[in-house]
């Protein structure tokens, strides 16, 4: 729910209020944040691969009409379905989850 506050000026900027469109937003925000854990972790914890993927996925929905935001959306929905099937919630992913040590990133 943070991430999804963290992004709420963005629906406000973007979007038409009504319920359907709040509870999509939401829980498009919460799926995106999950697909990005997942592709963190497959990737052995690449902050590039992460920040690519959010820019790309902005710039479609952001930049383009309301029917490829939708589809675009319900994709990652989709994708994070998958993935919860497929590797279980506590995981997110086929390699073990990234994690920086005490001390820093060295």
Known sequence: MLWAGWHAPAFFYNYERSLLTVVTFVVGIVAGAMVLAELYNSTGGSILATALWHSTYNAVVAGGE???????????????????RRYGPEHLAARPKQVVEEGGWG
């Open 66 to 84: 309301a029917v490829v935001a939708v589809v675009t959306t319900a994709a990652v929905i989709l994708a994070f379905i998958v993935i919860v």
